[in-house]
């Protein structure tokens, strides 16, 4: 296989990720550069085939399926993948107020800590407003 070969189908990976994120991630990133320079770019393909499954032919559908991430990430709190996929969510369709709604359900099922991470991520997704002139 050439190399331009391996770097068409990293790409062809790095679109999947934009299709449901909005975006590659840089851990994602990370990853495809090692598994196209170590040739495990085979596992990588698993991995989303399996992702792109969980995520796109959920029967919650893309809202709702990145919304439980988001939720899932905050009570175990962990913050990059929670911004990941809050941005997900919010290219999936939802709105601020639907993780709002997560992160106040996240104080209820986990306590305030994921609560706090969920607004923070809110707060960091907020339009800033501009300061009269």
């Known amino acids: 296989m050439t190399g331009e070969d391996l770097a068409a189908r990293a790409e062809a ?5 934009r299709s449901t994120l909005g975006a590659v991630p840089h851990g994602v990133q990370e990853r495809l550069r090692v598994a196209q320079a170590l040739g495990r770019l085979s596992t990588e393909e698993r991995f989303t085939a399996l992702r792109d ?3 796109t032919d959920s029967p919650l559908g893309a809202r709702v399926q990145q919304l439980v991430h988001f939720g899932q990430l905050l009570a175990l709190g962990r913050p990059g993948p929670a911004r990941i996929h809050a941005r997900g969510a919010l290219h999936a369709g939802a709105g601020l107020a639907d993780l709002v709604g997560v992160a106040e ?3 209820i099922t986990a306590g305030t800590p994921a609560y706090a991470l969920g607004i923070e991520i809110v707060a960091e997704l ?3 407003e501009e300061s009269p002139g």
């Open 53 to 55: 499954t969980v995520l």
């Open 126 to 128: 907020l339009p800033t």
């Open 105 to 107: 359900t996240a104080l």
């Open 13 to 17: 990976l790095r679109e999947r990720y």
